[in-house]
């Protein structure tokens, strides 16, 4: 098991940037496949992003497409999720999370550890 925790969010105006951090302890954090996802009011959790263990591989959701970019520092056990360009439709929790499984997820069901979510608030 790991333990995640999620720093990072805030309010923001649109067109505005934040670098969202997800620190992880306890189990091996290099091998782990870390996703992010989000939940707004009323709606279900949705992917935002992932990344292999190596880097290499990094999906996104289309919404989020070309404005996210994740990335991961292995010597720190930290995954972030910079976003730029945010509109109000961002606004939700974000959450970090991670999957043991060695295959990259974008269903939520699929990741084993949740952090406990950052709030990120965009204003119009």
């Known amino acids: 098991q790991v333990q995640l925790v999620e720093s990072g969010g805030g309010l923001v105006q649109a067109g505005g940037s934040l670098r969202l951090s997800c620190a992880a302890s306890?189990?091996?954090?290099?091998?782990?496949?870390m996703g992010w996802f989000r939940q707004a009011p009323g709606k279900e959790r949705e992917f935002v992003a992932a990344?292999?263990?190596?880097?290499?591989?990094?999906p996104y959701a289309d919404s989020v497409k070309g404005r996210f970019t994740i990335s991961r520092d292995n010597a720190k056990n930290t995954v972030y999720l910079q976003m730029s360009s945010l509109k109000p439709e961002d606004t939700a929790v974000y959450y970090c999370?991670?999957?043991?499984?060695?295959?990259?997820?974008?269903?939520?069901?699929?990741?084993?550890?949740w952090g406990q979510g950052t709030q990120v608030t965009v204003s119009s």
């Open positions: 999370a991670a999957s043991y499984a060695g295959v990259i997820w974008t269903t939520p069901r699929k990741y084993d550890d």
């Open positions: 306890g189990r091996t954090f290099s091998s782990n496949v």
């Open positions: 990344i292999s263990w190596s880097g290499d591989t990094t």
